[in-house]
Every structure is written in C-alpha cells, then in structure tokens.
C-alpha cells in the first residue's frame, strides 16, 4: 500500500511538478488526508537531481503551507468546525483526532503552531483548531510563517542533499560498471585457478 502511494505521488510530481507540491501541500494543511509532506520530498529529490529548481519548490511549499493553514484556520473561527465534527470521517477527520489536537494547541500556545509542523495529525488541523479556540488571527499567522519556514526548510534540504548523493551514486555506478565487471571476472578467474590448483596438490 505505502509502496503504491509513493509510486503514485512520485507520479504526480513527475507529471504536474511545481503544481502538484503546491496543491498537494495547501489541501493537507486545512485537513485534507493528502501526502504533502511527501510531495514536498519527492519534488525535493527530484530537484537534487536538477528536474527542478529547488527554490522554486521551497517557494510554493511554503505559501501553500500558509495559505492552507490561514483556510483551516477561517472554518475553524467560522464555525465550520461543527460540519467537520459530524461528517469528517469520511476525509478521515474524526473527532477523536481533532481533541487531540485541541489539547495540542491548549497545552501550548502559540508555538505549538511551530510545533504541528512537523506532526502529521497536528499538521492537518492545527489551523482549524487555532480558529475554533480563538487564537488571534495575527499571532496564528507570524507562528504559521516561522513553523512552515522550518518545516519547508528542513524537508527540501534534506531531500535535496539525498536526490544529489544518489544521483551521484548512480552515476558513478554506471560509469564502473564495466570495469567492475572485468574485475569480477578477473577475480573469478583467479579463485578458480588457486582451487584447482590447491585440489590438484
């Protein structure tokens, strides 16, 4: 299953680039069960092995990441809140996950929207969750800015740095590759001589 949505969504990178981080990210960060996260890292691969530009990635993760949040965020202050509670099961949204969340951002403030970056549920619902409890829309969005800055920062350069060393990697292998062949059979060829000869003595 996990093997299938990674092929899927390296897809959808493959096809859509830049839009399908963008899109994926803005539909995960109001609650959609969407994998922007690993949108984000796939198209940061992508670009370690220059497909893309890895600012631009950065660039668009970051303001779907804001954008996505702030739209949490207005159906939680709105009242939307209550159409979530009684048909989010079938998007995945339950209940019990947006307690958890609740207490999450109760518990600690406004730097937990800092925090529920890098959560998977408490990305999803952080937003709404800061709307249904009052959080001002002001102090939401500079903790917003901040977590999706590091989220998106942390991620890219990690995936970035990883798409480059294998890059380099396959490279190198593919260059080797008939020499390491010849060493095989050179060695090959060498074991059997020294058994053969070993066996005869």
Request: glycine share 12%; with cysteine; proline share 2%.
């Amino acid at each position: 299953m996990h093997a299938d949505i990674g092929h899927l969504v390296h897809q959808y990178v493959h096809d859509y680039g830049y839009l399908a981080v963008f899109v994926g990210i803005f539909l995960e960060d109001f609650g959609l069960p969407v994998p922007g996260e690993t949108l984000l890292v796939s198209a940061a691969a992508f670009a370690g092995q220059d497909a893309l530009n890895i600012w631009m990635i950065a660039g668009f993760a970051w303001v779907a990441a804001v954008l996505g949040d702030n739209l949490g965020f207005l159906i939680g202050h709105s009242g939307g809140r209550g159409l979530l509670v009684r048909h989010g099961r079938r998007i995945g949204m339950t209940p019990e996950r947006l307690v958890k969340v609740d207490r999450f951002v109760e518990r600690y403030g406004a730097p937990a929207i800092v925090l529920a970056r890098f959560v998977v549920i408490a990305r999803q619902l952080n937003g709404i969750a800061a709307g249904s409890l009052g959080m001002h829309w002001l102090r939401f969005l500079v903790f917003n800015c901040i977590g999706a800055a590091l989220w998106v920062g942390c991620w890219s350069t990690l995936a970035y740095w990883f798409g480059k060393k294998i890059f380099a990697l396959t490279e190198a292998f593919r260059h080797a590759t008939p020499l390491a062949i010849a060493l095989a059979v050179v060695a090959a060829i060498v074991i059997g001589a020294y058994v053969w000869w070993h066996a005869r003595r």
